[in-house]
């Protein structure tokens, strides 16, 4: 062997060196363009996108759940429907914590859709209350500080893009009776005489009726047609009334 020559494991050796020196080269080579291009200033901020819009999100949250504090049953379920929602927000950010590719777009756009949607929901509720509608589980109601027949009193309400009030529960009835006032609400038998309906064409359930004991009795076969709350002391407070008396009464739209 020719003493000169450098032996073949000594050439393996160096060239193994001067491979793994190119490849950390290359290494940080590549990790340096892509910090500069992640964090380029061009770049959009993610974060700071998804700050301000879960920001802008809670804000409104908040503002809307103003509008629920006067009514406690409902104020709970407020409550639990925004806990369920903040939970779904951390288990969203938890995922793109933890995953190696956040796609913030999506990110974005849920945010931004859920900030819309609360916008709209705020601008009804904001329409409502200005033109002083009271809300109440998911309705707003008018409470009208004029008299008018049945009839006109339900035309009022489809003017406003409402109709009269449908107790469907205990506790509306108890929202219509706290006013302590004589109200037309949206029930009615002219159609088929004792077959009492809603104004949206449903019938009368007696599981959540609440006639007045003795009511409804067409008073000395006088044709009653319209029902009211008339006995407001009790919970049974309901009378049926003749259509053409001038009353209060209440409008309820209902909100999605
Ligand atoms: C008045 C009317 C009737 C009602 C009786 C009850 O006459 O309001 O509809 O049934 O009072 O005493
Ligand atoms: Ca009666």
Known sequence: MDKNLPDASATNRKLVVLSLGLLCILQAALNISLRLALYSSDAPDYDAVIRNLTEERDQLKRKLNTFDSSDAPDHDAVIRNLTE???????????????????????IRTLTEERDQLKRKLNIFDHYTQEGWRYFRSSFYFISSVKKSWGDSRDNCLQKGADLVIINSKEENEFTR??????????????????????????????????HPGEPNSYFSTNEDCGETKFNEVEDNWNDEKCHWQKFWICEKMVA
């Not at 004589?182 to 449903?202: A, N, P």
């Open 178 to 211: 706290q006013f302590r006032r004589l109200f037309w609400i949206g029930l009615t038998d002219t159609e088929t005489e004792g077959t009492w309906k809603w104004v949206d064409g449903t019938l009368l359930s007696t599981t959540t009726s609440y006639w």
């Open 85 to 107: 929602e903040r939970d779904q927000l951390k288990r969203k950010l938890n995922t793109f914590d933890s995953s190696d590719a956040p796609d913030y777009d999506a990110v």
